[in-house]
């Protein structure tokens, strides 16, 4: 979170949006947040997630615009997390920061279950992969309630200023940036391949219940960009970590894409991107950080080993992940 949001905030801006949503004080917990305040609350018995964010960011059209597209999901059958409305009949809540900006306060139903833990089961990957599918099918036909909701395209300069935090003495990194959003920039565009994603559904943002539903929440990155984002994400984040990334990216395929392909047909050619799209993931996160903490003087220890050896890694223009998609066998994964 940028370090000015954080100044701005106060107790009495928690306040203002917990009385919104008829919060009492003693019915809501800090959980934490890495772009904005996140807090778990009940009311009656209803349990839910107040999120805070501020006008630095993002706009209320474009938080209307968020959750108009989440409950649209819902309608059309994907489990994920609705939205809810203020007492005071608002999606969006604004709060006054004391100067020239506001915070906004909206809040959303409490997903069931818990996060996922352990190996993954070919039943969970098969449904996590439907669910990816399922949204992409439904957002092929999305339009939002009101064009001033409409959320950003991926090279709206919301998301391209990341740049400018990667550090001056990074030029390498800098230019290896704008080499791939130049390349994106030249990716060609359809309603079968291209439209409103999640872009951040790790499994970081889902809860999974007892029968192996899974929901999804946290839609704050949503934006307009290629379904193969999305996919290309999921793997993005999987792998991290693992021993021998290659061998467990054809294991999690393997139970992912068929479960991808019973909802969505994005056609084979698009796998091939998907290495791009996760270069640019690793440099926005190598910018977020800077951003975002004194890299100097840092103690959070996932920070801590994300950066470690990222820079050589960057420059030397290393694959996130060594694995062949350009020979991604789709038709073996595809139940059509």
Request: glycine letters at 8%.
């Amino acid at each position: 979170m940028e370090q000015r949001i954080k100044e701005r905030f106060s107790k009495s801006i928690l306040d203002q949006a917990r009385t919104a949503y008829g919060i009492k004080p003693e019915d809501i917990q800090e959980l934490g947040g890495f772009e904005s305040y996140i807090y778990e609350f009940r009311r009656d018995e209803e349990k839910g997630i107040l999120r805070i964010a501020h006008s630095i960011r993002r706009s209320p059209d474009q938080i209307r615009g968020e959750l108009d597209w989440i409950n649209y999901l819902k309608q059309g059958g994907a489990s994920v997390a609705g939205a809810l409305i203020s007492q005071n009949d608002k999606w969006v809540e604004e709060i006054g920061d004391g100067g020239e900006g506001y915070f906004l306060a909206n809040a959303f139903e409490k997903a069931v279950g818990k996060e996922r833990r352990g190996e993954w089961t070919d039943a969970q990957l098969f449904e996590y992969g439907r669910l990816i599918g399922l949204m992409h099918k439904l957002t092929t036909t999305y339009q939002p309630a009101n064009p001033n909701w409409k959320r950003p395209e991926w090279d709206n300069p919301v998301h391209l200023d990341v740049e400018q935090f990667i550090p001056e003495d990074d030029q390498k990194i800098k230019q290896i940036y704008r080499d791939v959003v130049k390349r994106t920039q030249a990716l060609p565009k359809g309603t079968a391949n291209y439209g409103l994603i999640h872009q951040d559904a790790h499994q970081g943002n889902f809860f999974i219940d007892d029968t192996g539903k899974i929901t999804l929440f946290d839609f704050d990155d949503s934006s307009y960009s290629w379904f193969v984002e999305d996919i290309a994400l999921v793997l993005f984040y999987v792998v991290m970590g693992q021993e021998d990334p290659a061998t467990f990216t054809n294991k999690f395929l393997s139970g992912f894409l068929p479960g991808y392909f019973s909802e969505y047909d994005l056609e084979g050619k698009w796998f091939q991107e998907v290495p791009l799209f996760m270069k640019r993931r690793e440099l926005d996160l190598y910018a977020v950080i800077h951003r975002s903490f004194d890299v100097e003087n840092l103690d959070d220890p996932w920070c801590n080993w994300y950066l470690d050896g990222r820079k050589e890694r960057l420059e030397k223009e290393l694959p996130y992940l060594d694995f062949d998609f350009d020979h991604l066998d789709i038709q073996k994964f595809s139940s059509k």
